[in-house]
């Protein structure tokens, strides 16, 4: 989808009237819903003038271009794409161009990738080579049509104000055919470099409309190459009924392609009990088959840790895990199969204030969802709705498909792979929190399992770092009963979390490492990450050999029964008590310390402030 599009010649005569920076304006405040900053309205007044006319200039007029085009299944944007005819071939052949302002740049600590520029501080950048190779990876990759031709796609960084000299260190990252750099003083070299790839005398019209109307999808290549990537990683053991979900997800895959048919298949089962082991073999296994198949969840910090750890440093796999709102606008059964970890997250809507205007509706995210592949594939754990809004619960996914006359197949694990393998402790918590019946009981122990109650959180620290010196992995967490703080401008954390003469800081908000602490989305895997105090935003999805975790003043037990305490809560979402009832805050307090208290391989520790919730907990676990 481009946000404006014209012939070059087109546009070069707006240019000539002044009005090029007006009209993407407009397009994008009433089309995108967004408002554009100060820089990508500079941008487009002093950069979108000088490509066309140099298109005009190069005799190539009538090739087509499209500004601002989304990447498809991607909120980034390409700043233009020219269509048109290969001039030898006749062949489609598209060209990505990458429009830069700088008149100097530098690399940023000597890292050829990495770059500063001049007038914009010390804060690094991608390489623009590296940046336009990405995007022709991606669109090939993710377009069909274009059968993963590397000729069919070229890419260009046009800094046109630049000279050589002042750009000269950029000059140590080679260029590819997928990737070249012109600058200003260069830009007879870039006006032959187009006229090798686009015709002059061939309206690039036709090529421009295949490419919009190319539907979305993995291409063969993009899942070869997946395939090897995860293929390469230590193997999945799937067990009883690990295995019979995978196996019943591969039989409606090859079931709906032989038929022409559609089955939901619903995967239901508590923490540890292999729903993410399932996700990622099924998408190993079905890229190895070349099915046309992507994972999504509505988790960021756990998607881009999949991207981390699954896609192993590989762009073109990581380009695999997408997020539930990623399908607002996807074709219908585009795919063969949609894996959707943590469907319990699972939105109302996708739509936000980010969202195009156009894309705005009262259509459900999981009609979305279901519409996208022959094989929508959720995994989730009810117990796991821990925010106002989500709706991934099985009623909700089963009366969709039943609305749509859709098969539903459904799996329940009953296995425990987390908390040791302890079904006994997920009892317990189950108990404890009241999300089971018959009240909290005593903690029996178990030898693959411990738990512990600490009297303060100094003492829950000290337990916790010992833990960590030898070698294991730790963290704590709480609820969400302090506020929550940007850092100083020195970089620096406010502890935020504070209970007695102990303070610690929360986990960044940002997508940035800042003072030594890693990013919200690298928190629980991140080593630095123990250094502050996680929340279920950052905790869920995860798990970690020892388990840290604060029971806030927002639960805490009185006389014979749990007290929610809504003011003591300062989650955001938890504010607005007409969209929230009581009752429903309670539900979704007690599934929020549920994940908490079970993202622990070999042990808990556990600590509240509240002197009656400790003599309880003590009073069970002794």
């Known amino acids: 989808m481009a946000l404006i599009r014209r012939s070059a010649a087109s546009l070069a005569?707006?240019?000539?009237?002044?009005?090029?920076?007006?009209?993407?304006?407009?397009?994008?405040?009433?089309?995108?819903?967004?408002?554009?900053?100060?820089?990508?309205?500079?941008?487009?007044?002093?950069?979108?003038?000088?490509l066309a006319h140099d298109l005009v200039q190069a005799g190539l007029g009538d090739v087509e271009v499209l500004l601002e085009h989304r990447l498809p299944l991607s909120s980034r944007r390409i700043d233009a794409i020219l269509a048109g005819c290969h001039p030898v071939t006749g062949a489609p052949s598209y060209v990505i161009?990458?429009?830069k302002q700088w008149s100097d740049a530098d690399l940023y600590e000597d890292d050829p990738a990495l770059v500063t520029v001049g007038g914009y501080g010390h804060r690094p950048r991608l390489h623009p080579l590296e940046q336009v190779r990405g995007y022709c990876e991606y669109l090939i990759d993710f377009l069909p049509a274009l059968n993963g031709e590397t000729d069919t796609i070229s890419g260009v960084a046009y800094l046109h104000n630049a000279t050589e000299h002042g750009v000269a260190p950029l000059r140590r990252l080679a260029e590819s055919s997928q990737a070249r750099l012109?600058?200003?003083?260069?830009?007879?070299?870039?006006?032959?470099?187009?006229?090798?790839?686009?015709?002059?005398?061939?309206?690039?019209?036709?090529?421009?409309?295949?490419?919009?109307?190319?539907?979305?999808?993995?291409?063969?290549?993009?899942?070869?190459?997946?395939?090897?990537?995860?293929?390469?990683?230590?193997?999945?053991?799937?067990?009883?009924?690990?295995?019979?979900?995978?196996?019943?997800?591969?039989?409606?895959?090859?079931?709906?392609?032989?038929?022409d048919s559609k089955t939901v298949v619903i995967v239901t089962g508590g923490p540890g009990s292999g729903k993410s082991v399932i996700a990622l073999s099924l998408l190993g296994e079905l890229a190895r088959r070349g099915r046309t198949v992507l994972h999504a969840t509505g988790s960021r910090s756990f998607t881009q840790t999949l991207r981390k750890v699954a896609g192993k440093g590989s762009r073109r796999t990581q380009s695999l895990f997408k997020y539930?709102?990623?399908?607002?606008?996807?074709?219908?059964?585009?795919?063969?199969?949609?894996?959707?970890?943590?469907a319990h997250r699972i939105r109302e809507t996708s739509a936000n204030r980010f969202t195009a205007a156009k894309l705005r509706t009262d259509r459900r995210q999981i009609d979305e969802l279901i519409a996208a592949a022959r094989v929508p594939v959720f995994l989730l754990d009810e117990h796991q709705v821990v925010r106002p809004g989500e709706m991934g619960t099985v009623d909700d996914i089963e009366a969709h498909a039943k609305k749509e006359h859709l098969s539903v197949v459904k799996v329940a694990l009953d296995a425990q792979f987390r908390c040791g393998g302890s079904e006994e402790y997920l009892r317990?918590?189950?108990?404890?929190?009241?999300?089971?019946?018959?009240?909290?009981?005593?903690?029996?122990?178990?030898?693959?399992?411990?738990?512990?109650?600490?009297?303060?959180?100094?003492?829950?620290?000290?337990?916790?770092?010992?833990?960590?010196?030898?070698?294991?992995?730790?963290?704590?967490?709480?609820?969400?009963?302090?506020?929550?703080?940007?850092?100083?401008?020195?970089?620096?954390?406010?502890?935020?979390?504070?209970?007695?003469?102990?303070?610690?800081?929360?986990?960044?908000?940002?997508?940035?490492?800042?003072?030594?602490?890693?990013?919200?989305?690298?928190?629980?895997?991140?080593?630095?990450?123990?250094?502050?105090?996680?929340c279920v935003y950052t905790a869920q999805g995860f798990e970690y050999d020892w388990n840290g975790v604060i029971i806030g003043p927002d639960l805490v037990w009185r006389g014979n029964d749990w007290a929610v305490v809504r003011s003591a809560n300062k989650d955001p979402d938890f504010r607005n008590r007409t969209k929230i009832a009581d009752h429903e805050f309670a539900r979704l307090i007690r599934n929020v310390y549920k994940v908490l208290l079970t993202r622990g391989m070999i042990g808990t520790v556990i600590y509240s402030p509240g002197l009656q919730t400790r003599e309880l907990l003590r009073s069970l676990v002794g």
């Open 13 to 50: 005569a707006l240019a000539d009237r002044s009005s090029v920076a007006e009209l993407m304006f407009e397009q994008t405040l009433y089309g995108l819903g967004a408002r554009p900053s100060p820089g990508e309205a500079r941008s487009w007044e002093r950069s979108i003038p000088v």
């Open 182 to 259: 012109f600058t200003g003083e260069r830009r007879a070299e870039f006006l032959d470099f187009l006229r090798s790839r686009l015709a002059g005398d061939v309206s690039g019209a036709p090529y421009a409309d295949a490419l919009l109307s190319s539907r979305a999808a993995p291409s063969r290549q993009l899942l070869a190459v997946a395939a090897a990537e995860i293929s390469d990683r230590e193997q999945f053991i799937l067990l009883d009924q690990q295995r019979l979900a995978f196996n019943l997800v591969l039989h409606a895959t090859e079931a709906a392609r032989a038929g």
């Open 428 to 534: 317990w918590v189950l108990r404890l929190l009241g999300l089971a019946p018959g009240g909290p009981i005593a903690w029996a122990g178990d030898p693959s399992f411990s738990v512990r109650v600490a009297d303060t959180p100094q003492e829950m620290e000290h337990l916790l770092r010992a833990k960590l010196e030898a070698g294991f992995g730790a963290r704590i967490a709480a609820g969400f009963c302090w506020p929550w703080s940007d850092p100083r401008p020195d970089g620096s954390l406010e502890s935020d979390v504070i209970i007695g003469n102990w303070s610690r800081p929360w986990n960044l908000k940002g997508e940035r490492a800042v003072g030594g602490a890693p990013p919200a989305t690298l928190w629980a895997t991140d080593p630095a990450g123990f250094s502050q105090v996680g």
């Open 324 to 342: 539930f709102n990623s399908f607002i606008d996807a074709e219908r059964n585009g795919l063969e199969v949609l894996i959707l970890d943590e």
């Open 97 to 99: 161009v990458e429009l």
